[in-house]
């Protein structure tokens, strides 16, 4: 059975960071990071395919940055620069078939998924 399990989330303040992190049960070489602030679709955050390729948000572009633990079945989001806007509850997720990062940052191409964890920033 698959589990994703994420930690690392927290209130911050505004221009503050955090640290997400996200244990896979095993490896997979299409993962992802969304989320879903109250009343809102979840949205793509960021996704990467293999060790390097990815892609972001517009809104979290030059901010956030995703990346692979030392454990390849670890993932990561470093979060810079944060903003109010950014609360929300983060999801990590993992698709059954590879593909380009173009693909895994969009929900319906993710086949499982993490329980989420509850990032807050203040002003």
């Known amino acids: 059975q698959v589990q994703l399990v994420e930690s690392g989330g927290g209130s911050v303040q505004a221009g503050g960071s955090l640290t997400l992190s996200c244990q896979a049960s095993?490896?997979?070489?299409?993962m992802a990071w969304f989320r879903q602030a109250p009343g809102k679709e979840r949205e793509g955050v960021a996704s990467?395919?293999?060790?390097?390729?990815?892609a972001y948000a517009d809104s979290v572009k030059g901010r956030f940055t995703i990346s692979r633990g030392n454990a390849k079945n670890t993932l990561t989001l470093q979060m810079n620069s944060l903003k109010p806007e950014d609360t929300a509850m983060y999801y990590c997720a993992a698709a059954e078939n590879s593909m380009t990062p173009e693909f895994g940052i969009r929900a319906d191409y993710n086949n499982y998924w993490g329980q989420g964890t509850q990032v807050t920033v203040s002003s």
């Open positions: 095993r490896y997979f070489y299409s």
């Open positions: 990467i395919s293999g060790d390097t390729s990815s």
